[in-house]
């Protein structure tokens, strides 16, 4: 990925976040935190826009201030599992399920697919089954300001949670390594076997 070229999320995502704080967090202050000229902007953008990245780090940053971080880890868990059925991811979602079933690590693979659906330059996605139980993902070349901002990286840990989820497992993700210097971020998904030991 060329540093140069500018980090960009869609629309559609910023605006689902908004809703999302707007139903989950309604009674915290993320709102408030967030700047009028952030929601003004999200608001007046048609969904397939392409907007700044940096709106989606404001975002982030006003729900971790807002909230205690496990709670914040708990919002973006809840809106990523509701976002497989939203318009940018459901498709994608009815596919995997034709064709991997319920397999958190089948899940991981296609990662990069719904990535690439909802950022820009924000990295590229190396995935790897590293063992029964466990699939490793590595998120390579990042922007520095999304690298080096912690509430961002472990915003990403916490929505990667919800592939357990949507697998009907239970789950979690460990933030492995960050390493500034290599613009890189790598994180351990694990789940437990589903009734009747399936992987």
Known sequence: ??????????????????????????????????????????????????????????????????????????????HTRDSFNGPLLHGIVDAGIRLFGLNPGSWARWVPKGWSLVFRNVGEWSVSASRLGEARLALLNLPPVAVGDPDWVRSVASSLEALSDLAKRSGEVEIVAVDLAARRAEFALRWAPAPGNTP
């Open 1 to 78: 990925m060329n540093v140069s070229l500018p980090a960009l999320v869609r629309a559609r995502h910023l605006k689902s976040l908004l809703a999302t704080i707007d139903r989950l967090a309604a009674d915290s202050q993320v709102r408030a935190g967030i700047d009028r000229a952030v929601s003004t902007a999200v608001d007046g953008a048609c969904g397939v826009d392409w907007m700044p990245f940096e709106l989606d780090l404001a975002i982030t940053r006003a729900l971790y201030t807002a909230m205690p971080a496990t709670g914040a880890d708990a919002f973006f868990r809840a």
